[in-house]
Each structure stands twice: as structure tokens, then as C-alpha cells.
């Protein structure tokens, strides 16, 4: 199992531009999350996910749209890029939406907004 | 609303000794779970222990505990003969346990760094 992918990596934009990070998991895990974290600050919560079709904001959620058409896949769009979205994006999964099942996390991918 | 505290700025630790990282919680919920996670400056995000709270037992994963204590509401993780490995950033977390959308909400998290 490859787990919870996020691509890309690195990203550079420029203030306005648009893009879409993607993240996907092959464990059929019902419930997915988006994170940003920024230095001391912790981890805090974008958007997520109990199932295809359903999203709700979390913590931070201005600036990002997300969709959920697959159970694998919860793309973060960044409608505008502004530079205080620099930061390090985790996209992240568990099977059940309560319970007491383990998050798993993604690589990260690390955006900076010039 | 839930809140994590982690108050320890940086913390250090000589090899094989052993080290408390402090968290504390505020919630409403009748039950919840505790997770910590480490965070090596490779920067993947690694589960590695968890607590419920009406487990009786303080929970262990080798050589990680959780020092748990409902009442003072606090969840602090015990790492055993350090190694020069577990220097890395160390986040506590925690989420209600019944609702379909309970959410991880995560502390500021606190430096280990190891001595040889």
C-alpha cells in the first residue's frame, strides 16, 4: 500500500495564481483532512472529509476550496495564492470519521507564495 | 471546543536516559482520544502512541508511554533510553470520540533533541 500520497512536493507561486494540491489514499479510508502547519503553530485544520461528496470547514479554511467525487482523492485548491499561505500542506486519512482509528498523514507538500 | 497545551520550549535529553514531554487538554467531551506524534526534521508525521480515555491502562508502545492523568487532564509521553534518533519535534493531539466529524486538534508541539 503506497498509503497517503501528496504531490507535488515543492511548489513556488507567484500572489494570484492558482493551483491545486492533490492528495490520495488506496486504504479506503472514509474520512481525509488537510492541514497547514506554520512555525509555532502546530498543525491546524483546513477542510475535510467524512465520505465522497461531503466536505465541511475546518480551523482556517479562507483561501482553499476542496471536493470529494472519489473515496481516494480530496484535492486543496488555492483559489489566489497570497504569501501567507506559505507553508507546509498535510493531507491526511483514517477509516472511520469517529472511533478511535489512527490518523495517518502525508509527506507534506511545502508551498511558498512570493 | 478542544485545546492542547504544550508549554515545554525545547527540551534535552542525554542518550539512553529518559524524558517526560508535557501535554495538557481542555474538552468537553465524554470521550476522546490522546495521540502523540512525532515529527523528525525529515518532516513526515509518524503515529506513535495512543490513549483512550476510559482505557484503565496507561498506554505503551515499546519504548513510548503515556503518563495519563484524567483528572488533571493531562497526557505526557514517556520516552525510555533515549537514542540520538528521536531528536525531533513531538505534537500532542487529541479528538472526540463519537460524531462523525470529530476533528484532530493538535497542540504547538515541543523540540527533543538528544545528547551524545
Known amino acids: 500500500n503506497a498509503g497517503v500520497t501528496q504531490t507535488p512536493k515543492f511548489q513556488v507561486l507567484k500572489t494570484g495564481q492558482s493551483m491545486t494540491l492533490q492528495c490520495a489514499q488506496d486504504?479506503?479510508?472514509?474520512?481525509m483532512s488537510w492541514y497547514r502547519q506554520d512555525p509555532g503553530m502546530g498543525l491546524r485544520l483546513i477542510h475535510y472529509?467524512?465520505?465522497?461528496?461531503?466536505?465541511d470547514q475546518g480551523e482556517v479554511p479562507n483561501g482553499y476550496n476542496v471536493s470529494r467525487s472519489t473515496t481516494e482523492d480530496f484535492p486543496l485548491r488555492l483559489l489566489s495564492a497570497a504569501p501567507s499561505q506559505t507553508s507546509v500542506y498535510f493531507c491526511?486519512?483514517?477509516?472511520?470519521?469517529?472511533?478511535?482509528?489512527?490518523?495517518?498523514f502525508g509527506p507534506g507538500t511545502r508551498l511558498t507564495v512570493l | 471546543a478542544q485545546k492542547i497545551t504544550q508549554t515545554q520550549p525545547g527540551m534535552f535529553v542525554q542518550e539512553k536516559e529518559a524524558v517526560t514531554l508535557d501535554c495538557t487538554y481542555d474538552?468537553?467531551?465524554?470521550?476522546?482520544?490522546l495521540f502523540w506524534y512525532k515529527q523528525p526534521s525529515s518532516g513526515e508525521m509518524i503515529f506513535l502512541i495512543y490513549?483512550?480515555?476510559?482505557?484503565?491502562q496507561n498506554a505503551t508502545e515499546g519504548r513510548y508511554s503515556l503518563n495519563f492523568q484524567k483528572a488533571r487532564k493531562s497526557a505526557n509521553l514517556v520516552i525510555s533510553a533515549s537514542q540520538l534518533g528521536d531528536s525531533a519535534m513531538y505534537f500532542c493531539?487529541?479528538?472526540?470520540?463519537?460524531?462523525?466529524?470529530?476533528?484532530?486538534?493538535f497542540g504547538k508541539g515541543i523540540t527533543l533533541s538528544v545528547r551524545p
Open positions: 491526511a486519512s483514517r477509516n472511520n470519521p469517529g472511533g478511535t482509528d489512527t490518523q495517518y
Open positions: 486504504m479506503n479510508h472514509e474520512y
Open positions: 472529509s467524512v465520505g465522497a461528496g461531503i466536505t
Open positions: 474538552t468537553s467531551d465524554q470521550s476522546y482520544g
Open positions: 490513549q483512550g480515555s476510559y482505557d484503565e
Open positions: 493531539a487529541m479528538r472526540g470520540l463519537t460524531g462523525a466529524n470529530s476533528k484532530l486538534t
